[in-house]
């Protein structure tokens, strides 16, 4: 069962979120409105998803992002905010998001986007998939960073299917291996490039051409 945390500062809204969790199978493990409050929890029930609203009222959505991105191993998070603003998105992506849901959304099209962001898609709102790939286009233009540690032929394969936008999932199934261990391979990959997040990783495949087919 996919662990869950909701982490929103509306009360109504919180609880809402965390009932249609619950009633579609998912095991809400925590419920929290602040934003230093949901590091502590994260750190403590280990969630698979965390559903983050951006704006909270101690830190903003992005930092928790960030601070979660820094777990071990770190839950996947995916964005539902109220904003649509191409800052707010390249932020939240930024910081280490994995989706990004506007709360107009409807209730299936949300429970769907949880799914999957626990199989390890990166799940938008129809609009702001092509913003984000847009970003990582421009980051790619910018110069390289000095080379760094060689990876395994293994991690190469994964690299290039995480570039053309394969979830872990697809990936598993195409390499013949469990889900777990593709998530390993992603982490062993960040941890010898000195990145951080999933913009970063594209970025990389990117410049070293490892999208094109």
């Given amino acids: 069962m996919v662990r869950v945390m909701v982490v929103d500062d509306h009360p109504m809204w919180r609880d809402g979120v965390a009932r249609d969790l619950a009633e579609a199978g998912y095991e809400v493990v925590a419920a929290v409105g602040e934003g230093r409050q949901a590091v502590r929890v994260a750190a403590a029930v280990l969630p698979d998803?965390?559903?983050?609203?951006?704006?909270?009222?101690?830190?903003?959505?992005?930092?928790?992002?960030?601070?979660?991105?820094?777990?071990?191993?770190?839950?996947?998070v995916l964005v539902l905010s109220a904003s649509a603003e191409q800052d707010d998105v390249l932020a939240a992506v930024k910081a280490g998001a994995c989706g990004y849901l506007v709360k107009s959304a409807g209730r299936e099209e949300f429970?769907?986007?949880?799914?999957r962001?626990?199989?390890?898609?990166?799940?938008?709102?129809?609009g702001l998939a092509g913003l984000v790939l847009g970003e990582y286009r421009r980051l790619a233009?910018?110069?390289?960073?000095a080379?760094?540690?060689r990876l395994t032929e293994r991690e190469t394969e994964v690299l290039r299917l995480v570039a053309k936008g394969l979830s872990y999932r697809q990936i598993a199934d195409r390499?013949?291996?469990?889900?777990?261990?593709?998530q390993n391979h992603v982490q062993n990959t960040l941890?010898?490039?000195?990145?951080?997040?999933?913009?970063?990783?594209?970025?990389?495949a990117i410049e070293k051409g490892l999208d094109a087919d």
């Avoid at 962001?117 to 129809?126: C, E, H, K, R």
């Avoid at 941890?191 to 990389?204: A, C, D, F, P, T």
């Fill in 49 to 76: 998803v965390v559903v983050l609203d951006l704006r909270l009222t101690d830190v903003s959505g992005a930092e928790v992002a960030a601070r979660l991105a820094g777990m071990e191993p770190p839950p996947r």
């Fill in 111 to 115: 429970l769907d986007a949880v799914r």
């Fill in 117 to 126: 962001t626990a199989d390890g898609d990166a799940v938008f709102t129809p």
């Fill in 141 to 145: 233009a910018q110069p390289a960073p």
């Fill in 147 to 149: 080379e760094g540690p």
């Fill in 175 to 182: 390499l013949v291996l469990s889900h777990r261990t593709v």
């Fill in 191 to 204: 941890g010898k490039l000195q990145l951080h997040n999933r913009v970063e990783l594209v970025r990389y």
